[in-house]
């Protein structure tokens, strides 16, 4: 659905701001792929550091939509997979978020999901902002 959404704007808007304070979609993006990259990692036992240079180092591995597209895809892959091969005392440790607030590793691999879809709608509301408001994850 976000690849789809991805694909909606036009390539031109990629790297824009709307009124000067919001993040670009490319932005965005990078913020859902680096935090499902960070709890994929987890997932594997890799509890590591987490902060904005994640989302700037994925900004860059990601310049284009296309690239977007493919480490989106990439990335659900490997977290799909982390999280089927993880164990029950795996998924139950607590572990330390970037945001600095204790939870079981579940809790967090809900989360990751859900910063997607959260991120998603921003890309829906810059969708809107430039006069589409067609919902295109809908397409067949």
Known sequence: MYSKDIKALPA?????THGGSTRSAA????????LLDWTTDALKGNVREYGMDDIASMKEKINSPQA????????ADAFNAA?????????NSI???PWKMDAPLYILAQVAV??????????NYIQALLGDGEVHWMDA
């Open 12 to 16: 031109d808007k990629w790297d824009a």
């Open 27 to 34: 932005e965005l993006t990078a913020d859902a792929i680096a």
């Open 68 to 75: 977007a597209i493919s480490q989106l895809s990439t990335s």
């Open 83 to 91: 999280l089927a091969g993880a164990s029950d005392d795996a998924l």
């Open 95 to 97: 572990v330390t978020p």
């Open 114 to 123: 859900s910063h997607i879809w959260y991120h998603d709608g921003q890309l």
